[in-house]
């Protein structure tokens, strides 16, 4: 596999790519320069990048999924691993490394997947991510949140995913995407729940991570990924670490231009 050989990719281009267990992930590339791969969070899909990518786009190789069962990627039925998704989506592009920059489960995806594939990353950007392994506190809605994931409640997920993760409302910028994302998703992400497999615990290896590492979350984000975000910038070697003012969870619709800045500053 080469790295960037071969044609530049300039327009959006959509392809579907096969996956192990079968079923495959809507993907888009587009741009040019060294490559760049988004993952979006639980519940959500690709489009929470739509904000980012025009400009992300004319310095790099920019590549976006869906991942499994979300958006446009189809159900699975059977066990996955988004480990090896990632790794079905480099290979389908022929990308022997690249940077990878995800949000919530896609940071978790993204630092479980350097710790098996450390050859495969050249950077990470982690905005607003989650750890595996991390023990969450109680709290009133954290509970009820584990508990409509538990009985697989589409629509209690999606009200206390708005509530929670996006504080700002639909007033804010990228609101109404951003509440059309989660309502659309929320059953979808039931059935993917359903399969998806556990990765490595990364909370206890984050001081293997060897790429260079930009952790990045919002002044508005829930309180405890604020303290996941220090751990990260305490315990990966030389990370940097960025809070970005008004911002909730959904930071690349909130202040785009602001994460952008930030990520062409970082990624090689």
Same mark, same amino acid.
């Given at each position: 596999?080469?790295?960037?050989?071969?044609?530049?990719?300039?327009?959006?281009?959509?392809?579907?790519?096969?996956?192990?267990?079968?079923?495959?992930?809507?993907?888009?590339?587009?741009?040019?320069?060294?490559?760049?791969?988004?993952?979006?969070?639980?519940?959500?899909?690709?489009?929470?990048?739509?904000?980012?990518?025009?400009?992300?786009?004319?310095?790099?190789?920019?590549?976006?999924?869906?991942?499994?069962?979300?958006?446009?990627?189809?159900?699975?039925?059977?066990?996955?691993?988004?480990?090896?998704?990632?790794?079905?989506?480099?290979?389908?592009?022929?990308?022997?490394?690249?940077?990878?920059?995800?949000?919530?489960?896609?940071?978790?995806?993204?630092?479980?997947?350097?710790?098996?594939?450390?050859?495969?990353?050249?950077?990470?950007?982690?905005?607003?991510?989650?750890?595996?392994?991390?023990?969450?506190?109680?709290?009133?809605?954290?509970?009820?949140?584990?508990? #409509? %994931?538990? &009985?697989?409640? *589409?629509? +209690?997920?999606?009200? =206390?995913? $708005?509530?929670?993760?996006?504080?700002?409302?639909?007033?804010?910028?990228?609101?109404?995407?951003?509440?059309?994302?989660?309502?659309?998703?929320?059953?979808?992400?039931?059935?993917?729940?359903?399969?998806?497999?556990?990765?490595?615990?990364?909370?206890?290896?984050?001081?293997?991570?060897?790429?260079?590492?930009?952790?990045?979350?919002?002044?508005?984000?829930?309180?405890?990924?604020?303290?996941?975000?220090?751990?990260?910038?305490?315990?990966?070697?030389? #990370? %940097?670490? &960025?809070?970005? *003012?008004? +911002?909730?969870?959904? =930071?690349? $619709?909130?202040?785009?231009?602001?994460?952008?800045?930030?990520?062409?500053?970082?990624?090689?």
């Amino acid at each position: 596999m080469s790295n960037t050989d071969g044609p530049a990719v300039r327009a959006p281009r959509e392809v579907c790519i096969p996956v192990p267990s079968g079923g495959r992930l809507w993907a888009e590339r587009s741009g040019h320069g060294s490559p760049v791969v988004l993952l979006h969070g639980a519940g959500m899909d690709s489009r929470l990048w739509d904000a980012v990518v025009p400009e992300l786009a004319r310095h790099h190789d920019v590549i976006r999924y869906d991942a499994r069962g979300l958006g446009r990627s189809t159900p699975p039925g059977e066990p996955f691993s988004d480990i090896d998704d990632l790794l079905a989506v480099l290979d389908h592009f022929g990308l022997r490394q690249a940077a990878l920059v995800g949000l919530s489960m896609g940071g978790e995806t993204s630092l479980n997947f350097a710790l098996t594939h450390p050859e495969r990353v050249t950077a990470l950007g982690l905005i607003g991510a989650s750890v595996s392994g991390h023990v969450w506190p109680r709290s009133p809605e954290l509970s009820a949140y584990a508990t #409509a %994931r538990r &009985e697989q409640d *589409p629509a +209690a997920l999606a009200e =206390l995913e $708005l509530s929670i993760w996006a504080a700002m409302g639909r007033t804010a910028p990228g609101g109404a995407l951003i509440e059309a994302m989660v309502i659309q998703n929320a059953k979808r992400r039931v059935v993917s729940e359903q399969h998806s497999s556990e990765g490595p615990h990364a909370e206890a290896h984050l001081g293997d991570i060897a790429a260079p590492t930009l952790v990045v979350h919002g002044d508005r984000d829930h309180p405890e990924i604020g303290v996941i975000a220090e751990q990260l910038v305490t315990s990966i070697p030389d #990370a %940097r670490g &960025e809070m970005i *003012p008004n +911002a909730d969870h959904y =930071l690349p $619709l909130r202040t785009p231009e602001l994460l952008t800045g930030l990520l062409l500053a970082h990624l090689p």
